[in-house]
């Protein structure tokens, strides 16, 4: 099981689009990828990551510095509701990056998440 879950993880890895050192990662583009430890923070799935992420988009609000949280939600129903199943856990997470634009996001950068595993 962990070699499948090696394998699939370095399968998205090299489908993803990595930033390079000193890069932003590229805002509402899928194939974002998040790896860290997820909690629960004022009714929000946030994704805590051990380095930090910056953002860059064609939209002000896509333009965002750099920061060691995201708010993550699924793209649909069942993502979401496997997200929520792994919390407190490490996860690995598949989807696209944008930039946080109401009070209700509580962290600068949100994850919509199509793809989700716990390594």
Excluded: W, Y
């Excluded at 860290?36 to 896509?62: F, N, S, T, Y």
């Excluded at 939600?73 to 989807?95: E, M, W, Y």
């Amino acid at each position: 099981m962990i070699g499948k879950l090696l394998a699939v993880a370095l399968a998205m890895a090299l489908a993803a689009e990595p930033a390079l050192a000193g890069e932003c990662a590229s805002a509402n583009q899928d194939g974002a990828i998040a790896e860290g430890h997820l909690i629960v923070r004022d009714d929000a799935l946030i994704l805590q990551m051990p380095e930090g992420l910056c953002l860059k988009g064609e939209d002000e609000l896509d333009n965002v510095e750099e920061t060691t949280e995201l708010h993550v939600f699924g793209a649909n129903d069942a993502v979401h509701g496997a997200i929520v199943k792994l919390v407190g856990q490490d996860v690995l997470l598949r989807g696209r990056f944008m930039g946080a634009h109401t009070q209700h996001h509580k962290a600068p950068i949100l994850m919509e998440v199509s793809e989700v595993d716990a390594p």
